[in-house]
Structures are given as C-alpha cells and as structure tokens.
C-alpha cells in the first residue's frame, strides 16, 4: 500500500494553559512535531506529550521558533543576530533532543515553526541559519521543508535529509507559499475543502493555488494544526479520505531523499 505521514504541530500548552487534545491527536498522527518553549510548551509540557508519542509509536521531531511566547511564534522578528538566533535553534533543538533521550524515544526531525518558518521558506540567508543549527547539532536530523521554498534548497545543499510537507488546513500562493495568516481564506476550516485539497495534492501530485496553478508536488509528509479549530475532525476525514484511495498513513522516516 502506497503511504504518506501525517503529522501534527504538538505540545503547544503552556503552565496552566491547555492548546489543543494531544492525546487524541496522536492517536491519529505518524508523526509529532514538539515545541520546544520559545513559542509554546514547557518542559513538563515537552516531557509529557513525548511520553504519550513514545507509547503510541508516533515519531517525534523539535519544532523550533522565535522567542515569542506573547505571540504564539507567529509575529515576524527581524534584527536578531545571526548567532543569537543560531543559538537560540540550537538551544531548542538540543532540549527536545536530550528530553526525548531521557524518555527512550529517539528524534527523528526538526520543523521550523510560524513567522520562523515563513520567513526562511523565502529569505536564502535565514533558510541557510537554520539549515546550519540543525546540521550543528545532528547531520542525520531530516529538515521539515515546504517544497519551492530557500529552506528546501538550502537543506538539500546542505547535505541533510529533506521531508517534503505540505498542509491541509493552509491554501497556497501563485509562487508556492502559505498564503499569509493576515489574508482572507489563509487557514481551511471546511473539512470537505481540506480533503478535496489534500487528495489534489497526494493523488493528484499538484499544490492548487488562490490563483488558479497546479504546481507540482511529491510529498512526504501532511500536516494538520492542533490548535486549529476542527483539527481532530479534520484529521479523521483525511485519513478516511486517503484510505479510500488506497494510501496508508506511515511516517516518512527512511523514505526521505
């Protein structure tokens, strides 16, 4: 059976403040993608949803970001130096590492988050960064890309190995980019416009954009947002959507290039 991953962005509650069902996500997901604490999560937060992903078989990745608790990571953050914010990747990705090999659960990925994330998909300098603090800390950790994006090529360039992701819960734009959370119809909360989305892409090999493209895509991984309205809903239609078309969801680990 032909297989794609699906992963999650997880461990995002805070203190005493709760984001999203984990448990139940990863009873649906292959994979987790773990805050890290500058965004969201803390280390009982960290600790307990790698425990849960350990004892359900769910793979595990750190899921850096800015430093920007106030603003969920996803505030644009510009002005920092190079090595302060090398630093503060490096600091991230080394705490979920060494808290998931305290807990017996090896980390497979990082996936860059939010603002983070945009802004390196189209700046060569910053997608290079954060390429470099992954590769600092583990050559074999696979880089969660967009396709079409600085970040892919600079991975790739790099030597690392490259998951390719799209999303079923963003649309896209003409040049192969989210479309920015501050635009109309950004995020999909339709559950049948995330599925018609999704198997265009998996099945159909080709990301539709808001102006009317198919650009072509050969994916690895889905994501779904767990802080996103519906997001378990939403994950159960997908997986009984691929199913229908003959794809098993299966994580990504040893298929990538």
Not at 13 to 24: E, N, P, R
Not at 123 to 150: G, N, T
Request: some cysteine.
């Amino acid at each position: 059976m032909r297989t794609i991953d699906l992963n999650c962005d997880l461990g995002e509650s805070f203190g005493a403040w709760t984001i999203g069902d984990d448990a139940a996500m990863l009873d649906l997901v292959s994979t987790a993608n773990i805050a890290c604490g500058f965004h969201a999560g803390d280390p009982s937060v960290m600790r307990r949803t790698l425990r849960m992903a350990r004892d359900k078989g769910v793979a595990v990745g750190a899921h850096p970001s800015f430093a920007d608790l106030y603003g969920f990571g996803r505030r644009r953050i510009s002005g920092e130096h190079p090595d302060d914010l090398g630093a503060q990747l490096i600091y991230q990705i080394v705490a979920l590492r060494g808290m998931a090999e305290v807990e017996g659960h090896k980390m497979t990925h990082v996936k860059t988050h939010g603002a983070l994330g945009n802004m390196a998909a189209v700046d060569p300098d910053l997608a290079a960064l954060c390429v470099q603090a992954v590769k600092s800390v583990d050559p074999s950790l696979i880089y969660v890309s967009l396709p079409y994006s600085e970040t892919y090529i600079a991975a790739e360039k790099a030597g690392l190995p490259v998951a390719c992701e799209i999303y079923a819960d963003r649309t896209y734009t003409d040049q192969g980019e989210l479309t920015p959370r501050s635009q109309p119809g950004a995020v999909i909360h339709d559950a049948r416009q995330s599925v018609d989305q999704v198997l265009e892409m998996v099945v159909g090999g080709h990301i539709p954009t808001t102006g009317g493209k198919r650009l072509p895509v050969d994916a690895a991984t889905l994501c779904v947002h767990g802080d996103t309205p519906g997001a378990l809903e939403m994950a159960r239609g997908l997986r009984a959507a691929l199913a229908a078309e003959g794809i098993g969801i299966a994580s990504f680990i040893g298929k990538t290039q």
